[in-house]
C-alpha cells in the first residue's frame, strides 16, 4: 500500500512538472514569436500596450475575446490610417498589457476585470497618447467595453459596435468556459490546455470563428494566436467571459444614459455574438442608434466586410461634427 502510494505521489508530481516545463515554453516561445509592436504604457502600475498610426480624428480599436491588437493591425488599421489618427489597445490580460489587480493574476482565482473597470484602464491609457474626443469602435467582447467606456465618460465622439456584445443572453456559455474560468479550473485544467492543445484545434477554433466566411489569406500567422494560449491570458480570457453575464444585465439597463452617436454593424449569421440577442435591442435602449444588418455575414465583418464597418465609423464621424 505504502509502495502505490509512493508510486502515485511520483506519478503526478511528475505530470506536474511535464506540464509546467510545456506550458513555460510556450509561454516563451509566443513572446518571443509575436513581441509587442506598439508602446508599452505605465499606467498607474498597469502595463498597458497600445498602437498609434495615421492622422485624423482619434478612432480608439478594442479587441474581442481571446484577441489582441495584431486582429486590427492585420488589416483594418490600414484602411483607416489615411483618414483617421488610430489607437489600438490590448485589453487586460490580452496581448501585451498586465492584467489590472495583483489578485487577477493569481491561478487559483476568479478574480478579473471588469468591463467597467477595463475601460477605466484603457481611458487612462488613450490619454497618456494624446488621444481626445474619440470614436470607440468595439469588436466582439470589446463592444460591452465600448459601452462601459460610453457609460464612464462624456469625452468621446461616438461608439462602433461591431458584432459587439450588449445585452444579455440566455443560458450559459458552456463548459470550457465554466472550467477555466473556475478557481480551480484556471488552476489545473489551464496549464493544461495551454501546453498541449494542438495546432488543429486553433485552426478549428479559428474557422469557426469566421463562420460562414473563412479567414482571409494569412490572418492565423499575423493574430499570434498562441499569445491567447500563455496561461495567464487563457485565465483572463476565461474568467472576464465566464463572470461577464451580470455586468452587462447591470450595463443594459443604464444604456439611456448614453448621448454619443452610437452606429452598430451586425451580421446575421452570427452565431457567436447573435444579433438578436445583443444588437437589434440597442435602438430602443439608446436613442438615435442605429443597426447595420449584414445579411449571411458571420462575426468576423472587420474581415469579410470592412467597407461596412469604415462607413459605420465615417456616420459617427459626421453625425459627431468631426468631418
Do not use: C
Amino acid at each position: 500500500m505504502k509502495t502505490a502510494l509512493v508510486f502515485l505521489l511520483a506519478v503526478i508530481v511528475v505530470s506536474v512538472v511535464i506540464v509546467q516545463f510545456f506550458s513555460i515554453k510556450r509561454d516563451r516561445d509566443a513572446a518571443a514569436n509575436y513581441p509587442h509592436m506598439g508602446r508599452l504604457i505605465d499606467v498607474d502600475g498597469v502595463t498597458v500596450h497600445a498602437v498609434q498610426m495615421g492622422q485624423g480624428p482619434d478612432v480608439v480599436l478594442l479587441h474581442g475575446a481571446s484577441g489582441n491588437t495584431r486582429d486590427f493591425s492585420f488589416a483594418f488599421a490600414d484602411m483607416l490610417k489615411d483618414r483617421y489618427r488610430v489607437t489600438m489597445l490590448d485589453r487586460p490580460g490580452m496581448g501585451w498589457t498586465e492584467q489590472l489587480d495583483p489578485a487577477h493574476r493569481r491561478a487559483f482565482s476568479t478574480a478579473h476585470a471588469s468591463p467597467r473597470d477595463q475601460a477605466r484602464l484603457l481611458k487612462a491609457a488613450t490619454d497618456q497618447l494624446g488621444v481626445t474626443n474619440p470614436i470607440v469602435l468595439g469588436h466582439s467582447f470589446g463592444g460591452i467595453i465600448g459601452y462601459a467606456w460610453a457609460l464612464e465618460f462624456d469625452d468621446l465622439a461616438g461608439l462602433v459596435s461591431v458584432a459587439g456584445v450588449a445585452n444579455p443572453w440566455p443560458g450559459d456559455l458552456g463548459w470550457t468556459y465554466r472550467v477555466n474560468g473556475s478557481a480551480w479550473g484556471g488552476g489545473l485544467a489551464v496549464p493544461l490546455l495551454s501546453a498541449f492543445v494542438p495546432k488543429t484545434y486553433v485552426e478549428t477554433t479559428l474557422a469557426s470563428i469566421f463562420e460562414p466566411q473563412d479567414a482571409p489569406d494569412g490572418y492565423l500567422e499575423h493574430v499570434g494566436a498562441a499569445l491567447s494560449l500563455r496561461r495567464h491570458s487563457m485565465r483572463a480570457n476565461a474568467r472576464q467571459v465566464n463572470w461577464l453575464r451580470p455586468y452587462v444585465v447591470e450595463m443594459s439597463s443604464q444604456y439611456g444614459k448614453i448621448k454619443v452617436p452610437v452606429e452598430i454593424v451586425h451580421g446575421d449569421a452570427d452565431t457567436i455574438v447573435p444579433l438578436a440577442v445583443h444588437s437589434t435591442k440597442v435602438p430602443g435602449q439608446i436613442e438615435g442608434a442605429n443597426v447595420t444588418v449584414l445579411p449571411g455575414i458571420g462575426h468576423m465583418p472587420q474581415h469579410t466586410n470592412p467597407q461596412e464597418v469604415i462607413a459605420a465609423i465615417d456616420r459617427v464621424a459626421t453625425r459627431a461634427g468631426l468631418r
